[in-house]
């Protein structure tokens, strides 16, 4: 896209003068052309099917539709345009629930001039690439090969599968910036969302897309480079792939474990680390990737509920035959002052600590709410070099266990 290109804006609010107000704030910006409006949800949709903007600017509240749901059609409709909610309240459940349909920001009305546009623009670079990817995949397509041709890593990647057996360990936030850590020009990553009744793994990226693992689950056997592509959604500040959870609960039940397995083997050709998070339940789909993964990454906390179920765990995968140097025990939430300490943990669970990761809600929970990964946001803070330095372990695990795969291999 040229960079004089103008980020077209939409107005959508059911009060005239908010409208205008904004409209009138907005034609002091030379990069930005408001290219229509709208007072209803309705109205909304039909405006942005035809002028096909970059940003819409939605109130949350309508009295036919109310901005999420037009949020929602919207974006199934077009994709690469981006969504700024306009709220009257600052209230986290309002902004949970429109990034999980794929709002980009959320702003407090009134809001201000220079927190307004710099949201637009952030949006609209967003809009304007994607746009420019659509393109691009589409001119590959009619030159008869996928955009993604040049890579093929084999069946040479590594599954590594993030799992605790008690909720609230943290293994999202982990998955979302462990990927960012290992990620790279060389080491492309994927995360997949293997919660798949209350996955929201995109949401802690700030993305959303119109596909799903479920649009790939019937074509496990059939799958290309191509296919896949379309239904992954890429996070543009670190380059990490996502393939999301299903947004509807009845979805869930589509995927079965042989065919959430084809996927990751197929990944695996894709990228060279193929991150799962999991929820505590040991179902169809965890199990799978339990089966399929290289490493497996054990989160547990302080609390004597996370270890004893570790232990449990533990138990189960010894039973399963999973080699204890597959997995890479990890205390999360790790808070000094408590007496329960990593040694000890690692007495109790006959497993050690591998990596240890401070407690630090003021930091980690408000990037969390806004869809950023805390080690894009500040990599400085301890715990942002406490994943960065767990990545590296999780590699040289890797390393060695292959060396041994090697060595029993060649003997």
């Known amino acids: 896209m040229p960079e004089t290109e103008k980020i077209r804006v939409v107005i959508v609010d059911d009060i005239s003068e908010t409208r205008e107000n904004i409209r ?7 990069d930005l052309e408001v290219v229509g409006v709208a007072q209803t949800g309705a109205e909304a949709i039909q405006v942005t099917s035809e002028t096909r903007p970059d940003v819409v600017l939605m109130d949350i509240n309508m009295p036919d539709m109310d901005g999420i749901a037009a949020t929602e059609k919207i974006r199934a409709k077009l994709p690469s345009t981006q969504i700024v909610i306009f709220s009257v309240q600052s209230d986290p459940n309002y902004m949970r629930r429109a990034m999980l349909v794929g709002a980009r920001d959320f702003l407090t009305k009134p809001p201000d001039v220079d927190e307004l546009t710099a949201a637009i623009r952030r949006a609209g670079v967003m809009a304007q690439n994607e746009k420019l990817k659509e393109a691009n995949t589409q001119a590959a397509v009619r030159a008869g090969h996928s955009s993604t041709s040049g890579r093929n890593y084999g069946d040479s990647g590594k599954i590594i599968l993030v799992f605790s057996p008690k909720g609230g360990s943290g293994s999202t936030t982990l998955t979302t910036n462990l990927g960012v850590a290992l990620h790279s020009e060389e080491t492309p990553v994927v995360v997949v969302d293997g919660k ?119 138990n189960l995968t010894d039973l399963l035959g999973v080699d204890r140097n597959q997995i890479l025990f990890l205390l999360n939430k790790f808070d000094k002052r408590r007496s329960i300490n990593a040694d000890r943990i690692g007495d109790i669970t006959k497993q050690t600590v591998m990596g240890t990761i401070p407690v630090d809600e003021k930091f980690v929970i408000p990037a969390m709410d806004r869809g950023i990964p805390f080690i894009i946001e500040n990599p400085s803070n301890s715990v942002s070099k406490a994943v960065f330095k767990f990545a590296e372990v999780l590699k040289e695990r890797i390393a060695e266990n292959d060396q041994v795969e090697e060595f029993e291999l060649e003997n």
Request: charged share 20%.
């Open 24 to 30: 009138k704030l907005l034609q002091f910006e030379s």
């Open 196 to 314: 798949l009744q209350f996955g929201d793994l995109s949401f802690f990226y700030n993305q959303q897309g119109p596909n799903n693992v479920t649009d790939l689950a019937p074509r496990g056997n059939e799958l290309d480079h191509q296919v896949v592509e379309e239904v992954l959604v890429v996070h543009e500040s670190s380059g990490v792939s996502i393939l999301s959870a299903p947004p509807q609960l009845e979805r869930s039940e589509e995927v079965s474990g042989v065919e959430f397995s084809q996927i990751l083997k197929y990944l695996r050709r894709m990228f060279s680390y193929i991150i799962i998070d999991t929820g505590s339940n040991l179902d169809e789909v965890t199990l799978a990737g339990i089966d399929i993964a290289d490493l497996i990454v054990l989160i547990t906390t302080q609390d004597i509920p996370a270890i004893k179920n570790v232990r449990l765990f533990m």
